[in-house]
Every structure is written in C-alpha cells, then in structure tokens.
C-alpha cells in the first residue's frame, strides 16, 4: 500500500502521525470499535481501518517508501544550497536578508554553483529537511552582569519575605500621545474592528511609578522628562506619604544611583551624606541599613526581576493600546485615571515564584554556543561580562551546572584561546583592555586550571 504524502525523514509531521497511529493501535488492542476511535483520534474511519488491519498483521508504523523519480539534485548540491542560503549575509551588496525567490534568482545567475538552475520551491523542500527557517527571529536576554545570581536572589528574597513599606519603582519613558487619522469601524458580523494603521503623534510623556507588591496598589505621576531632579522631586513626593521614621525598601534599577538621588535620600532619611565620586560606591551607601531609606538594585540588564514591569504590561494592555488621545494632557488624564481605577477595583497582591532553577546551566550554554561560532559582533566589553561571570559560577554555583555543560565551557576555551585573545588585543580602551586581561586571566585560573572534582548537580 503506498500513500500519497511521503513525511520528511525527521520531521515533525512524521513525529504526529507516528504518534497517532500508536493510540489507534492501542485503542484497537483495548476492544475499540473503529468509529469511536476515529471521532477519539480525530481521524477518517478510512484511515483507522487501514492502520489498525496493519497494526494487526505487524507491520511498522511508518509509511511504506514511495516511488517515484530520482531526486534531481545530489546531496552535494542540496548541501551547497543550504550553505549559500543560510550564510549570515547573502551575497547582494547591502542585503541582509533575502528570501526564497531571491535564492532563486542567484543560482539561475550561478549556474555553476548547483550545476542547474533550482526553484524556491524546491529549496524550500530542502531546509524543511533539515528543520531549518533561517527567516525566523527572536529576541532573547543575555545575563551581563557578572554578580546577576547573587543580586537576582536577593531580590527574589525580598519578594518571598517581603518587609514593611516594599515598593517596585521604575521608569515608563516616551509613552506616545497616538490619533489614528481615520475613525475605527466597530465589527461587523464575524468580523474584528478595524483601525486604521496610520496615526498622528501628539506629544510623550513619562510615567514614574511605585508598585506596593503586598496589595498591588500603585502610586504614579506623569511627567514631561526622567532627568535626575524630576526623579527626586517624585521620589521624595513617594517617601512624605509615609511617616517620618517609617523604614522603606525600593526595588529599582542602577541608573538612579548618582549624586543628586543620594543626597536626596540622606536628607529624607536625615543623615550626613559626602560626596561619592564612582557610582559603585554610590550604590553601595543606597543599599545599606543605617538609614531608613534602603534602595535594592536589580541586576544591570535584568529590569524584568522588577515587578513594576508586569504593572506596565497591564497599563499598556488595557489602557493605552485600545484608545486614542489628541493631545498629552489627555493621555495623562487617561493615566492617572486608570491609576486610580486600577487601587480601586482591580489591585491585588502580586506574588513571585520564579527561582532562576535552569538558568544557570543556559548561561553557560549560551556562552559556549557564542564561542563556538566565533561571531564577529563579541567585542572586548562584553566578553570581559562572560568571562568574570563564567568565573563566579565557577566559585559559587557550579553545584548547580550540568557537568557536560561546564565541561564543554572548558574545552571550548582551550579551543577557543586564539579567538579570545584577538578580542582582548583589538580593544582600542586602555583601560578596559587591561580589565578583559585582568578577567582572562581570572577565567583560565577558576574554570580552565580548575582542579577540583566537579560536584554533583543538585
């Protein structure tokens, strides 16, 4: 018996329907009649009869191999076009990305590339086979920072034992002032609304808000900038809301870590303030106990372990996406009028699970695959982040890696020390070169030199 639809060794339809005909099997073993099974499986009663007469007689559960015409291209060729096509940049001065018909294009140019002229669709075929859709994009979140765990748990802790007086404050900067220039059309049977794509710009604002996790309710002012006064006007606006002893916790980012903030929480908090000339500094007196006013940072590229963020999500969803505004007054109006709509009816508590369980280990991963494609867009800077934050896990968590992951990260690094040293050797900073050697140096000492036995995952 021969079927008319071939699946592609490996791909997942053949993985379905693999799975399919097993429950159809299984089913027919268990005394199933053949209608029940094909409303169960959502199946042609054909197709049930048919797969459980072979399931009975033996036979495998994978469709018998066509016939058909030889392929017209070799493997060799089929090769070549995936190479050609998936490269990082195609061969057009100025294209990034071309599509299927573009490939087309070139290999009728190039004939001597394939030896034959070859159709999108074909092509097509061929990175299907090898489960391969290089148009697809998606943005993801490198870890940056070297201490990203410890700060990450400590965070995470304030959320689990949450103190008295705990606020999520950040920044929701640029929010667009947006007119559609032509009326939206209410559905019509069967049909979404319509709203035109186009739309007139009337002006941002800025929105600096204060999210209480224990009961949800928010405190938020709009403002025309986020400079370093208008931070602490509202922040100071936030802490005379409460009593004048009354200790406060802030979750935010680093960014407000500079000069003008700190003497406004030593006045606030009524104690002596000296000038602090590094920002690592000035972040270590914010985030220590001897004032009333303790400010805990996030990890530098990591804003979504501040749950003021998830808050912006719910304004965006349900107040700013849907609706329309002439002018910025009105956006502001229609903010502060959600703000208060939101403490009144829908605040809640907002709680926190997310332990970091896996991140570890895809933090290496993530590294290793980086070094292994030895991209041209790693720079000095971001390789001395890796380098120092390999070596952390290495001294404090690497309990909690896979130990194949941490022994490719090892064996990569031997690999890769060419690739690691140029990166180094072509900085233009002085400084930083003599910082990414001063890490390098750190990486080969924790993680290549490392002696010890590997511990067990926990």
Not at 389 to 415: C, F, G, T
Request: glycine content about 4%.
């Amino acid at each position: 018996m021969k079927h008319r639809l071939q699946p592609i060794p490996g791909h997942p339809l053949l993985k379905d329907r693999l799975q399919q005909r097993a429950v159809i099997g299984a089913l027919k073993s268990a005394g199933i009649d053949n209608k029940s099974i094909a409303i169960f499986t959502e199946t042609p009663p054909k197709t049930v009869f048919r797969w459980a007469c072979r399931i009975e007689e033996g036979k495998p559960l994978t469709d018998i191999q066509r016939s058909g015409r030889p392929r017209s291209f070799s493997e060799s060729a089929r090769l070549m076009t995936i190479a050609v096509y998936c490269q990082h940049s195609p061969p057009f001065p100025g294209v990034h990305r071309w599509s299927l018909r573009d490939a087309q294009a070139y290999f009728k140019d190039h004939p001597e590339t394939l030896g034959s002229p070859i159709g999108h669709a074909t092509i097509q075929r061929i990175l299907l086979e090898h489960a391969l859709r290089p148009h697809r994009r998606k943005y993801y979140l490198q870890i940056t920072d070297p201490d990203f765990f410890p700060k990450m748990e400590h965070v995470t802790a304030l959320y689990s034992d949450r103190p008295q007086n705990l606020y999520c404050f950040d920044e929701c900067t640029c929010i667009q002032a947006l007119k559609r220039l032509t009326p939206t059309l209410p559905p019509a049977s069967d049909q979404p609304v319509l709203e035109d794509f186009d739309y007139h710009r009337n002006g941002t604002t800025d929105l600096l808000a204060f999210l209480n996790p224990a009961t949800g309710k928010v405190y938020g002012q709009c403002t025309e900038n986020h400079n370093r006064h208008t931070l602490c006007q509202v922040f100071s606006s936030h802490v005379r809301m409460h009593p004048s002893d009354a200790v406060i916790h802030y979750i935010m980012d680093n960014l407000s870590a500079h000069y003008d903030f700190c003497r406004t929480v030593a006045e606030l908090s009524n104690v002596p303030y000296s000038s602090l000339k590094t920002g690592s500094k000035r972040r270590l007196w914010l985030q220590s106990p001897h004032k009333r006013i303790i400010v805990h940072f996030v990890p530098f590229h990591a804003s979504w372990l501040n749950m003021v963020e998830i808050w912006f999500g719910i304004l965006k969803s349900k107040c700013l996406k849907y609706d329309q505004f002439v002018s910025v007054d009105q956006l502001r109006q229609a903010i502060i009028a959600f703000i208060d709509t939101w403490n009144e009816f829908f605040a809640h508590p907002f709680s926190w699970s997310y332990t970091g369980a896996g991140l570890h280990g895809k933090a290496v991963r993530r590294f290793c695959r980086l070094l292994s494609i030895e991209t041209d867009q790693m720079d000095a800077k971001f390789l001395t982040s890796q380098l120092l934050l390999m070596s952390n896990l290495a001294e404090k968590y690497i309990r909690l890696i896979p130990q194949a992951d941490w022994l490719r990260l090892v064996h990569l690094a031997a690999e890769k020390d060419d690739y690691i040293t140029n990166i180094i050797e072509s900085d233009n900073r002085p400084r930083g070169k003599i910082k990414a050697r001063e890490a390098y140096d750190r990486f080969i000492e924790t993680v290549v030199n490392r002696t010890e036995p590997l511990p067990e995952v926990a």
